[in-house]
């Protein structure tokens, strides 16, 4: 009951998914916050993904719309934990993407505890283009991940299909091999990988006690 599973387009294979409710459009809040509604700049969130890990002490889960896979739990409320007058929106930058990479992570946990081989991480979407981002979870994933060339991946299935239908090519798999090229791989960094997975091991932590205490439902009866 923690990931879901559906049949594949391809007969005999199967799709098992994590949702996650809210990963980018973290972001996309975060700069309505803090940034007059305009994009983050490329050079600030670069330097967001350089950052320490750990932001200086502050965490954040992403549960801005509910908190989907692993934990199921619609009561969940997006939260930063730790801040203080210390802090800068850099810090928070930072936490935003640690928070919904090490959501990833605790789905990545999942399908290896099934048995499941994470062979390869392939980041899609509008986000895979901030590089540090990239490297921060190579980082705290402790495998590569790689960029496409054609980000955005609804789009490129939604393609491969069509090619496949229309007999360009013989199978799906076939059109995918095809279609589908990696732009860059990130290799994880030895040192920054051991401070992540403290980190990892913290946010963990801190959302099992917030999960124990029912915290979450007591905010959602207040309303």
């Not at 972001?27 to 200086?56: I, Q, V, Y």
């Not at 009561?75 to 090490?102: E, N, P, Q, Y």
């Not at 509008?126 to 060339?149: F, H, K, T």
């Not at 029912?214 to 207040?222: E, H």
Request: overall charge positive; charged content about 20%.
């Amino acid at each position: 009951m923690r990931v879901t599973c559906c049949a594949h387009a391809v007969p005999g294979k199967w799709n098992v998914e994590g949702l996650q409710s809210a990963a980018c459009v973290c972001l996309e809040w975060a700069a309505k916050l803090m940034n007059g509604g305009r994009r983050f700049p490329a050079s600030f969130l670069a330097e967001a993904g350089r950052a320490h890990p750990g932001a200086n002490g502050v965490l954040f889960y992403p549960y801005l719309t509910g908190d989907s896979a692993p934990h199921w739990n619609r009561d969940a409320k997006g939260m930063f934990l730790g801040l203080t007058l210390a802090h800068t929106r850099l810090d928070m930058v930072s936490a935003i993407m640690a928070g919904v990479s090490m959501q990833t992570r605790e789905i990545l946990d999942v399908f290896t505890s099934l048995g499941l081989p994470v062979r390869d991480v392939r980041l899609t979407g509008g986000c895979s283009g901030i590089e540090e981002w990239s490297r921060m979870q190579a980082n705290l994933y402790g495998r590569p991940v790689s960029v496409l060339e054609t980000p955005q991946a609804s789009i490129m299935g939604a393609a491969i299909l069509a090619a496949t239908g229309l007999l360009a090519f013989p199978s799906v798999p076939a059109a995918a091999r095809h279609m589908v090229r990696l732009r860059e791989t990130y290799a994880p960094d030895a040192d920054r990988t051991a401070q992540y997975q403290a980190l990892y091991r913290r946010y963990c932590g801190v959302r099992e006690r917030f999960d124990n205490s029912s915290l979450f439902g007591l905010i959602a009866a207040r309303r």
